[in-house]
């Protein structure tokens, strides 16, 4: 395993709309891992294979207290509610805002081993998961804020959660 850099806005690669994956094999599962261990390196919640320079449709995801999840060309196939929600991003280091995310989402995915998954989330889940998928089209938290003075710079000594 290893750590791979953080690609920064506005790298093009977070704009790039993501490739499906289509053979789970060992490439695969060693990017998995490496973004695992990146995720956790940075103290992150969840990061988007773009973030590291990959343009495939891959995500993990690490609730604090809760188990990785991992996900391969995944897809929200319902969603409910609106909440506005503060976010941040590792890939815009520096800043929050405050955009609306729904109340809970369901998503289906392909796991590590290349089966079928389906999960519902809740909260921080939610957002994660659409944040991440966003990841996947090229969108970022940024596109979503109303304006951009409602970006707010962060103190340095903040522990915003980054995805
Ligand atoms: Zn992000």
């Not at 093009?12 to 990017?31: E, F, H, M, S």
């Not at 991003?89 to 590590?112: F, N």
């Not at 998954?117 to 659409?130: F, P, V």
Request: aromatic fraction near 2%.
């Amino acid at each position: 395993m290893a750590v791979r850099p953080i690609r920064f806005a506005p790298d093009p690669v977070l704009r790039q709309k993501a490739k499906r994956v289509t053979r789970i094999d060992g490439a695969i599962q060693r990017l998995v891992d490496d973004m695992i261990e990146t995720m956790r390196a940075v103290s992150g919640v969840g990061l988007a294979a773009p973030q590291v320079g990959v343009p495939l449709r891959v995500a993990v995801i690490e609730i604090p207290g809760g188990e990785v999840i991992v996900l391969i060309n995944p897809e929200v196939i319902k969603k409910e509610g609106e909440r506005v929600v503060e976010e941040a991003c590792l890939s815009v280091p520096g800043y929050k805002g405050d955009i609306k995310r729904s109340v809970w989402v369901k998503v289906k995915a392909r796991d590590k081993r290349g089966k079928n998954i389906r999960l519902k989330g809740e909260e921080l889940l939610a957002q994660a998961l659409e944040h991440e998928i966003d990841h996947l089209d090229g969108t970022l938290y940024i596109d979503r804020v109303e304006s951009p003075d409602k970006l707010q710079k962060l103190l340095p000594e903040s522990n915003q959660e980054g995805l």
